[in-house]
């Protein structure tokens, strides 16, 4: 794991516990600006924290993806938020974690 990858989980886990959520994700752009997201469970209002995350990014002009980590006990491979990863960035790698561990894990199914 690269120290930028390490950054993202360290973000991912952040956003997650700040929200109280049992998934966070975090996103580098082409730039290298990151950003991060914790999954919203509303009644008029649902979004994976991939989702948040590539959101948050989008909105802040980010050009395009370099990487993505999803903290969480949930299948990360069927995260809503990959299609859109895909859609945006396809080269991008996607990474899982389970919320104590320190091993990223590519996920299968993502670029």
Known sequence: MTDEDRKLLVLARGAMARAESMTGAAVRDLDGRTYAGAAIDRAALRLSALQVALATAISSGAPGF???????RDDQATDPGLELLRELTPSAPAYAAQPGS???TPIEGAP
């Not at 370099?66 to 969480?72: D, M, S, T």
Request: aromatic fraction near 0%; charge should be negative.
């Open 66 to 72: 370099e990487a993505a980590v999803l903290v969480g």
């Open 102 to 104: 320190e091993i990223l």
